[in-house]
């Protein structure tokens, strides 16, 4: 149980184009989910969190009309860049957390990531 | 500032030893602590828990918590090159429960 899922795993996009990535929790229901980026050789830092129903909460430094965040169901949540711009390709990974198995955990389910290459 | 330190490595060990890997955190008031494994090109993946002092088995691995002294271990018994990646230790804070992760610690176990 516990799974995560993100879609899609890869996306190369012109510079200056939106890239929408999903994010779905397909076993549970997540009430709270956090996306994250990973730029190579570096560790994850958490851009935002966003509980379902709620508007996003932003890591200082994020900018909030650039990583547009949506959790609008217990099992969905996406992330919008526009805009991107080549400094923008990474590696994003969301995770969530919520209930399995009908008990609430804390732990963090991470999704496979979405490798964003902006040119 | 909330900070969460482990020694980057590499650390290296051959197969069927024991790998420890540390990792120590700012926050006293810290409650939920993780271990994950990262491979090369993909997500974390969740290996343990440990929420209370003392330690916690499960398989290989020894997860160890020590509050008083803000530190968190993870032993690997019997490693196996499969066991080769970045662990990374995370603390959870404040009441959403975010994550903040160590860099790391990049294990290589040699046949």
């Known amino acids: 149980g516990a799974v995560v899922s993100q879609h899609p795993s890869w996306v190369i996009c012109k510079s200056g184009t939106s890239v929408k990535i999903e994010c779905r929790s397909l076993d549970f229901q997540a009430t709270t989910m956090f996306w994250y980026r990973q730029f190579p050789k570096q560790s994850l830092m958490l851009m935002a969190t966003?509980?379902?129903?709620?508007?996003?909460?932003?890591e200082q430094g994020v900018e909030k009309d650039k990583f547009l965040i949506n959790h609008a169901s217990l099992t969905l949540s996406t992330l919008t860049v526009t805009s991107a711009h080549p400094e923008d390709s990474s590696f994003y990974i969301c995770s969530a957390r919520g209930s399995t198995s009908g008990s609430w955990t804390d732990t963090q389910y991470f999704g496979p990531g979405t490798r964003l290459t902006v040119l | 500032q909330k900070e969460v330190e482990q020694n980057s490595g590499p650390l290296s060990v051959p197969e069927g030893a024991i790998a420890s890997l540390n990792c120590t955190y700012s926050?006293?008031?810290?409650?939920?602590f993780f271990w994950y494994r990262q491979y090369s090109g993909k997500s974390p993946e969740l290996i343990m828990s440990i929420y209370s002092n003392g330690d916690k088995e499960d398989g290989r691995f020894t997860a160890q918590l020590n509050k008083a002294s803000q530190y968190v271990s993870l032993l690997i018994r019997d490693s196996q090159p499969s066991d080769s990646a970045t662990y990374l230790c995370a603390v959870s804070w404040g009441s959403q429960g975010n994550l903040i992760f160590g860099k790391g610690t990049k294990l290589s176990v040699k046949p």
């Open positions: 926050d006293r008031g810290s409650q939920s």
């Open positions: 966003s509980n379902e129903g709620s508007k996003a909460t932003y």
